[in-house]
């Protein structure tokens, strides 16, 4: 099995940058070969999407909320995968999780299609 940690949430002040950080363990052979993603849940809402990559790094997507101010990577040789987070405005405050789409290729926008998940990472976006 693979386990999913996230790192890299905080308090920011909005219009500030922030990186954050999904690493995976366990059975890492899975991790470059399954698309990856991050969600972000706000308090008292469902769950969204905010990003997803495909396998192999080539291909991205980005909800309309976020596109262009985040960036979504990853390196399958070190098992990790980020989300580069521009321009924070306190609609962006979540907790953000990343996800694993076991030997799915493809970039996946519903979050059903994920089997794995990190704990999540909490952002606040505030003055």
């Known amino acids: 099995q693979v386990q999913l940690l996230e790192s890299g949430g905080g308090l920011v002040q909005p219009g500030a940058s922030l990186t954050l950080s999904c690493a995976a363990s366990?059975?890492?052979?899975?991790?470059?070969?399954?698309?990856m993603a991050w969600f972000r849940q706000a308090p008292g809402k469902e769950r969204e999407y905010v990003a997803s990559?495909?396998?192999?790094?080539?291909?991205?997507d980005y909800a309309d909320s976020v596109r262009p101010r985040f960036i979504i990577s990853r390196d399958n040789a070190k098992n990790k995968l980020w989300l580069q987070m521009d321009s924070l405005t306190p609609r962006d405050t979540a907790v953000y999780y990343c996800?694993?789409?076991?030997?799915?290729?493809?970039?996946?926008?519903?979050?059903?299609?994920?089997?794995?998940w990190g704990q999540g990472t909490q952002v606040t976006v505030s003055s």
């Open positions: 990559i495909r396998f192999n790094g080539n291909v991205v």
């Open positions: 366990g059975n890492t052979v899975t991790f470059a070969r399954s698309a």
């Open positions: 996800a694993m789409a076991t030997d799915r290729l493809w970039e996946l926008t519903w979050e059903g299609d994920y089997d794995v």
